[in-house]
């Protein structure tokens, strides 16, 4: 298994652009997650998906930022326009079940919006 | 919602002594508490996990302990090594994902 995969690794954009971040969560997990980490705000929660189906968005920072989950196996994270503080590293994580069990991270998306 | 404090935020130990994180939560709904590691540059790793039905988990030099009374947990590293340098993260159940404490640097100088 390759585990979850995340791309690009980095990005580097210009204020105003819009940003698409990808994620494949490991096959048979029914659960994804999209985590943001800052030095400042540490591993905040932005979205979850159970079966394809968003369950709690409210961490979402605004409008700017949207996710879907057209399939099982794949995720976006799209930022609309990027804003110099949407500088972080984002991670999408994936678990059998919703709570309580173990997450896999994947190797975090690197975003730098100059 | 779920509230995850952890402290310290960095922790210096020499090489062979112990290190101890601590982290309280707020939810006492909350029933699972795991920790993970992160080494610099790499994805979060779980590296042990304890439920609310237990009070002490263990293994090897590792080992989590839970107060549900308190709503308290914490990590207990023995015989700390070089590569026990890392930053560490607290975690407990909010609603149905995981929150996570801000973190813990620790370094271990040998």
């Known amino acids: 298994d390759a585990g979850v995969i995340q791309s690009p690794r980095h990005e580097v954009t210009e204020m105003g652009q819009e940003v698409t971040l990808r994620c494949k969560p490991i096959s048979g997990h029914n659960s994804l997650f999209w985590y943001r980490q800052t030095m400042m705000r540490g591993l905040e929660l932005l979205i979850y998906?159970?079966?394809?189906?968003?369950?709690?968005d409210s961490g979402m920072p605004e409008d700017r930022f949207s996710a879907k989950m057209p399939n099982a196996s794949f995720s976006t994270l799209k930022i609309q326009p990027s804003e110099p503080r949407d500088s972080a590293v984002y991670f999408c994580?994936?678990?059998?079940?919703?709570?309580?069990?173990?997450?896999?991270f994947g190797s975090g998306t690197q975003l730098s919006v100059l | 919602g779920e509230n995850v404090e952890q402290h310290p935020s960095t922790l210096s130990v020499q090489e062979g002594d112990s290190a101890v994180i601590k982290c309280t939560y707020s939810d006492s709904a909350s029933n699972y508490f795991p920790w993970y590691k992160q080494e610099l540059g790499k994805r979060p790793q779980l590296i042990i996990d304890?439920?609310?039905?237990?009070g002490e988990k263990k293994d090897q030099r590792i080992a989590v302990t839970l107060n549900k009374t308190a709503k308290h947990f914490s990590l207990h590293i023995t015989e700390t090594q070089p590569e026990d340098s890392a930053v560490y993260f607290c975690a407990a159940i909010g609603g149905t994902a995981l929150i996570f404490g801000k973190g813990t640097t620790l370094s271990v100088s040998s």
């Open positions: 998906f159970n079966n394809n189906v968003p369950i709690d």
């Open positions: 304890i439920r609310s039905n237990v």
């Open positions: 994580a994936s678990s059998f079940s919703m709570a309580n069990e173990k997450l896999f």
